[in-house]
């Protein structure tokens, strides 16, 4: 039976597809699809996958924003005035 942490064995899933997808996107939680024990594929429906991928855009700018605390802190930053100047000079040289 699927249960509600939405895990469920293959036949079940083949037999209640239908059920699954409402249940999918009644209850905004991934399904995941065993057989015999084994995780063959997770399913998400369309609030869940919007879910995950905010989730790892969020993650990736927090890592970004940490990465430039680092490197600030390590001296390692220029003011934006400079860092034209050095980009502008570099490409009136060519």
């Known amino acids: 039976m699927i249960d509600q942490t939405g895990e469920g064995p293959l036949d079940e899933f083949k037999e209640k597809i239908t059920e699954v997808l409402e249940l999918l996107?009644?209850?905004n939680i991934p399904i995941i699809?065993?057989?015999e024990g084994k995780i063959e594929s997770v399913l998400q429906g369309p609030g869940s996958h919007v879910d995950?991928?905010?989730?790892?855009?969020?993650s990736e700018t927090v890592e970004a924003?940490?990465?430039?605390l680092v490197?600030?802190?390590a001296g390692q930053m220029r003011l934006l005035d400079e860092a034209l100047r050095a980009v502008l000079s570099s490409t009136s040289k060519k």
């Open 52 to 58: 995950a991928l905010q989730a790892l855009e969020h």
């Open 33 to 35: 699809i065993a057989d």
């Open 71 to 73: 490197e600030a802190d």
């Open 65 to 68: 924003v940490r990465r430039g």
């Open 25 to 27: 996107n009644k209850d």
